[in-house]
T-cell receptor, first 113, second 115 residues
Framework: AQSVTQLDSQVPVFEEAPVELRCNYS??????LFWYVQYPNQGLQLLLK??????LVKGINGFEAEFNKSQTSFHLRKPSVHISDTAEYFC???????????FGQGTRLTINP | DTGVSQDPRHKITKRGQNVTFRCDPI?????LYWYRQTLGQGPEFLTY????????KSRLLSDRFSAERPKGSFSTLEIQRTEQGDSAMYLC?????????????FGEGSRLTVL
């Protein structure tokens, strides 16, 4: 079975500051990794994904994440945040070939002006 | 196609009543998933279909819950004899099995409030 731990339930940052949202996972098999974003009263939108290849993946809205297999981590970063980045962010894993996502509990990113 | 659509978006019901949610996936997608999300939590897997076949059900899906995808297109999720603990957002997602892109496309969810 797979599990995901998002280490911070809330992250407050100032506008234009950098941010890192942390995600660790556990799995006995190889996995695909994802970050989704959820804006208030909306569904989940894919930010980025790691399937294979380069461990640094770039996504939409200036976000990027790095897969670290030895530390079983997939932290999300953005060098300069904007007010519009205020949302809930979810890290998820799926066993390769299974396409069934297991989500973390989410990190609420709040941007202060 | 405009994406995954869910109906209704909001449902308020009294304890003990039955409710049904509908999901229309992206038309060419052969896999359809249901997730439940409670306040402050991440989505939890409930069940998924490949075409009309229900391939897996979570232990979270008690016998009061039933999901169908009769023609391999839209799906319904029915909750019988609702309880206050059923209050949650029910999310539907779809995927084209065979592309190996890994990305599930989510609808905006159906929020259930049980009084």
């Amino acid at each position: 079975a797979q599990s995901v731990t998002q280490l911070d339930s809330q992250v407050p940052v100032f506008e234009e500051a950098p941010v890192e949202l942390r995600c660790n996972y556990s799995s006995s098999v190889s996995v695909y990794l994802f970050w989704y974003v959820q804006y208030p009263n909306q569904g989940l939108q894919l930010l980025l994904k790691y399937l294979s290849g380069s461990t640094l993946v770039k996504g939409i809205n200036g976000f990027e994440a790095e897969f670290n297999k030895s530390q079983t981590s997939f932290h999300l970063r953005k060098p300069s945040v904007h007010i519009s980045d205020t949302a809930e962010y979810f890290c998820a894993v799926s066993p390769q070939g299974a396409q069934k996502l297991v989500f973390g509990q989410g990190t609420r990113l709040t941007i202060n002006p | 196609d405009t994406g995954v659509s869910q109906d209704p978006r909001h449902k308020i019901t009294k304890r003990g009543q039955n409710v049904t949610f509908r999901c229309d996936p992206i038309s060419e997608h052969n896999r359809l998933y249901w997730y439940r999300q409670t306040l402050g939590q991440g989505p939890e897997f409930l069940t998924y279909f490949q075409n009309e076949a229900q391939l897996e059900k979570s232990r979270l899906l008690s016998d009061r819950f039933s999901a169908e995808r009769p023609k391999g297109s839209f799906s319904t999720l029915e909750i019988q004899r609702t309880e206050q603990g059923d209050s949650a957002m029910y999310l539907c997602a779809s995927y084209w099995w065979g592309t190996n892109t890994g990305e599930l496309f989510f609808g905006e969810g159906s929020r259930l409030t049980v009084l």
